[in-house]
């Protein structure tokens, strides 16, 4: 079992910034992946970004340039830093992880308004 704790989530001007964290605990040593997917009301859920446990990054077209994903090893915790945040970036974020099985974080909410 893994569990993911996130913070950061919050209101921001567009063209601002946010930065997300994913703390992860339980069995984590088996962790392949972690990584964000966002969910904005009536869309379905999609992938913004992914980091392996070797570094390897992936991220979708629509954050590319803008949001930067990293993890910290000792900390057990991945970020996504995102800067020029657009208003179409309003969403919950939800963290992942995947061993195998995918677990999910609680989800947070950011929210990119004028």
């Known amino acids: 079992q893994v569990q993911l704790v996130e913070f950061g989530g919050g209101l921001v001007q567009p063209g601002g910034s946010l930065r997300l964290s994913c703390a992860a605990s339980?069995?984590?040593?088996?962790?392949?992946?972690m990584g964000w997917y966002r969910q904005a009301p009536g869309k379905q859920r999609e992938l913004v970004a992914q980091?392996?446990?070797?570094?390897?990054?992936m991220y979708a077209d629509f954050v590319k340039g803008r949001f930067t994903i990293s993890r910290n090893n000792v900390k057990n915790t991945v970020y996504l830093q995102m800067n020029s945040l657009k208003f179409e970036d309003t969403a919950v974020y939800y963290c992942?992880?995947?061993?195998?099985?995918?677990?999910w974080g609680q989800g947070t909410q950011v929210t990119v308004s004028s």
């Open positions: 339980g069995s984590i040593f088996s962790i392949a992946a």
């Open positions: 992942y992880a995947e061993n195998g099985l995918r677990y």
């Open positions: 980091i392996t446990s070797r570094g390897g990054t």
